[in-house]
T-cell receptor, first 118, second 116 residues
Framework: GAVVSQHPSRVICKSGTSVKIECRSLDFQATTMFWYRQFPKQSLMLMATSNEGSKATYEQGVEKDKFLINHASLTLSTLTVTSAHPEDSSFYIC??????????????FGPGTRLTVL | AQKVTQAQTEISVVEKEDVTLDCVYETRDTTYYLFWYKQPPSGELVFLIRRNSFDEQNEISGRYSWNFQKSTSSFNFTITASQVVDSAVYFCALSEPYNQGGKLIFGQGTELSVKP
């Protein structure tokens, strides 16, 4: 149980295009999903917190108009990188918190999406 | 502010050696959770353990053990008789209380290399 999937696992795009990454909780409902970015040899940095049915909360320094987050259902959140540039190349990881077990504060992580912008 | 420090950036050991990964945290919350994750080269985070702030019991799971010391704000992780498959980056993380958002703050990570 508690499986989170991400699609795609890898994506290569040209500079200036937009890329959408999906994060799905497969066997549980997630009221909250988190999006992280990880550059090579660095730690995970939280980009935003996504709550179902409401606007995402972005961390300081993260451009909300560039990284669009939609959490339309209890099992799906999407991150769209708009007008991607080479500096956006990174490993993007989502996590989801189980609605029922929220009090345990455990986040279940997706396998990550490696974005390369040429 | 909350902070997690993993002072060891890289550790290299030979197979069968024991190795301890250090984690020191800072928080003003009285209720919080601590985690350890393993990130192998594939990139996917693997959950290892969760500990809440009221449970200072040490834990052992196979070759893994954890030492939680609230007095020194440390949550260290020991691998006994290390194996090549233990090679990965290990992250310690601190979670703020759920009713405050429950965000995870990660340490910088320790890259463990176990050589045969």
């Amino acid at each position: 149980g508690a499986v989170v999937s991400q699609h795609p696992s890898r994506v290569i795009c040209k500079s200036g295009t937009s890329v959408k990454i999906e994060c799905r909780s497969l066997d549980f409902q997630a009221t909250t999903m988190f999006w992280y970015r990880q550059f090579p040899k660095q730690s995970l940095m939280l980009m935003a917190t996504s709550n179902e049915g409401s606007k995402a909360t972005y961390e300081q320094g993260v451009e909300k108009d560039k990284f669009l987050i939609n959490h339309a259902s209890l099992t799906l959140s999407t991150l769209t990188v708009t007008s991607a540039h080479p500096e956006d190349s990174s490993f993007y990881i989502c996590s989801a918190r189980n609605r029922i077990q929220s009090s345990y504060n455990e986040q279940f992580f997706g396998p990550g999406t490696r974005l390369t912008v040429l | 502010a909350q902070k997690v420090t993993q002072a060891q950036t890289e550790i290299s050991v030979v197979e069968k050696e024991d190795v301890t990964l250090d984690c020191v945290y800072e928080t003003r919350d009285t209720t919080y959770y601590l985690f350890w994750y393993k990130q192998p080269p594939s990139g996917e985070l693997v959950f290892l353990i969760r500990r809440n702030s009221f449970d200072e019991q040490n834990e052992i799971s196979g070759r893994y053990s954890w030492n939680f010391q609230k007095s020194t704000s440390s949550f260290n992780f020991t691998i006994t008789a290390s194996q090549v498959v233990d090679s990965a980056v290990y992250f310690c993380a601190l979670s703020e209380p759920y009713n405050q958002g429950g965000k995870l703050i990660f340490g910088q990570g320790t890259e463990l290399s176990v050589k045969p």
